[in-house]
């Protein structure tokens, strides 16, 4: 017959545990203040926050993780206890696409931590404008969907922004129709953000294919006005349904099950190498045969991998076109730095967009 721990002795551990955890989480918060009080002595003036440091401690915790709680999940931990003891040095104002309860919003908490003040903002030039001004020092900005590709305005503002990328973080990304009713029946219009009805186009052709598709700055915007109106719904996560009160009519309305945002983190600083890097860039080659070719090869010299390339009007001409670029490693490794020196005397214009640590969670 086996024998059991008596759960009065489990639950006495599990207090001993809980308070050793307190006085470890308190030891380290001290410590970062003051990490914060030499730097201010040192003269450093900017925003604390390391994204190549944190992205190692991360990848530092999930090694060293046994389990049995996963890798993820001690990740998720120590993401947030970074986020409050960084609140404690400096805290992070950290602009997104609002209102609130986007998905944008979702990434910036799931990158920086609950800690940080996210500031919303009506579209993503207004982002970038936050950033660049200095009334916020990072933005999240969304770049890809896994379903719907390229999130272009992005790209086209990086032309013109002197603003870094230094991180990125994914979402999992479901969408839900919510609305004041609890059915179909009636239904006339369809609020969401124009990525969102294209992420849903299916569904909608099926279950609303004579209902209007309105496109909005954003799907919590959707909700908000799917709140004023019983005939509208809109397409948005479930926490803009709590904000407006809103009843999830259907869930998980996506086309693709895996439907995926990736959002980039912008700000002034510039991100060390961590070992596991991509690098974004912009170039220009001109109108010219073999422009392509010219722009790869230096890559395939130097054995690096190209994780995406996306071309856009140069806006400079007619059939003028730009390149944005994301390759493997970090522009202070030796075979990238070699790589885009070469790459500089072969095209028109290259601009470095930033090297940054690849997602972690």
Known sequence: MSSFIPLSELRDKIDSIDQQILQ???????????VAKTKIAQGEQGTFYRPDRESLV??????LNQGPLSGDTAAHFFRELMSACLALEKPL?????????????????????????????????EIFSTVENGNCQFGVVPVENSTEGIISHTLDRFLTSPLKICGEV?????????????????????????QSLAQCRQWLDKHL???????????????????????????AGIVAAEIYQLNVIEKNIEDTSDNTTRFIIVGQQISASTGNDKTSLVVSTGNQPGALHRIL???????IGMLHIESRPSRQGLWDYVFFIDIEGHSEDEDVSK???????????????????????
């Open 209 to 235: 294919p004579v209902a209007k598709r309105t496109a909005v700055n954003s799907n919590t915007e959707a909700a908000r006005l799917a709140s004023a109106n019983s005939r509208t719904v809109a397409i």
């Open 297 to 303: 090869e230096p890559f395939a010299r130097f054995n």
């Open 24 to 34: 470890l989480m308190n030891q380290r918060a001290s410590c970062a203040m003051e």
């Open 93 to 125: 104002d950290v602009a997104y696409l609002g209102p609130e309860g986007t998905f944008t919003q979702q990434a910036a908490v799931k990158h920086f931590g609950s800690s940080v003040k996210t500031v919303p903002s009506a579209t993503i030039n």
């Open 339 to 361: 790589a885009l020196a070469i790459l500089q005397d072969n095209v028109n214009m290259l601009k470095l967009l930033g090297s940054y640590p690849k997602a972690v969670l």
């Open 58 to 63: 991360l990848r530092r915790i999930k090694d």
């Open 170 to 194: 994914e979402i999992r990304v479901h969408q839900n129709l919510m609305g004041l009713g609890d059915s179909l029946d009636g239904v006339m219009e369809v609020f969401s953000h124009q």
